[in-house]
């Protein structure tokens, strides 16, 4: 399995990588300077400005969280060049990660099979680059219909479009979800269902203390992972 690790974390890899990280922080300072200069336009100091940029920085920082510990877990499998590529243009951590997931399915292995290697990989690198392009072009196509589109699917009711779209999100990582439940039948796959469980069971623990400290929903993500693996490795070291 670690054979292809030496491909996938290589030099070369890293400097194909980079310009496309590189362009993300350009394409903010860009965003940051035009953003300043029209400040006077809607009746705000630079003061206020520089102020509001500082509140934003450090909201951040929780959702970057999530991003990153999922970005380390992706790391253990695609190598850090393709995990930080993507995590650092997209940002949406459970989407790449469902992403490479779906790619290995493809192929027949898991994401964290013993088997998984470098066609593996490169499937998964198509994969999520694929997945991300369907964004931008339908984004760069048809932005000047989705109000048309939304209203005809919703009947200009916006509520019935928010559950269209959340069902539709519940339904594929539910199917996620549900193949690691399965494991929980099979010893030694076991601990993969007892890491999604205890995750879940988190992430309703977690989300009512949201509805309390709303900017504590930022690291939600984030901190299930990070439950459901202690569980796993307490699980086995203390019980397998």
Not at 62 to 73: D, E, K, Q, S, Y
Not at 145 to 171: F, H, R, W, Y
């Amino acid at each position: 399995m670690k054979d292809y690790l030496n491909i996938a974390n290589s030099p070369l890899l890293w400097i194909s990588a980079f310009p496309i990280a590189l362009l993300v922080v350009l394409q903010a300072l860009i965003f940051s300077k035009r953003a300043l200069s029209s400040a006077k336009y809607v009746g705000l100091s630079q003061n206020e400005a520089k102020k509001a940029f500082k509140v934003g920085a450090i909201s951040a920082i929780g959702p970057a969280m999530g991003v990153f510990v999922v970005m380390l877990g992706l790391m253990s499998v695609i190598g850090g060049p393709l995990a930080w590529m993507r995590l650092s243009i997209i940002g949406a951590a459970p989407t790449e990660l469902a992403a490479a997931g779906m790619a290995a399915k493809a192929m027949g292995k898991e994401l964290t099979s013993p088997e998984y290697g470098i066609m593996e990989f490169a499937n998964a690198t198509w994969v999520m680059a694929l997945n991300g392009s369907a964004w931008l072009l339908t984004t760069g196509l048809f932005s000047h219909k989705v109000e048309g589109l939304t209203n005809k699917i919703s009947g200009g009711d916006p509520k019935k479009l928010g559950i269209l779209m959340i069902s539709a999100m519940c339904g594929a990582f539910g199917y996620l979800f549900g193949n690691e439940l399965i494991k929980v039948l099979n010893k030694e796959t076991r601990a993969f269902a007892i890491s999604g469980i205890s995750a879940a069971i988190a992430m309703l623990f977690l989300e009512k203390i949201a509805k309390k400290h709303p900017k504590l929903g930022e690291y939600n993500l984030g901190i299930a992972m990070i439950v459901g693996m202690a569980f796993a490795v307490l699980y086995l070291h203390l019980i397998v």
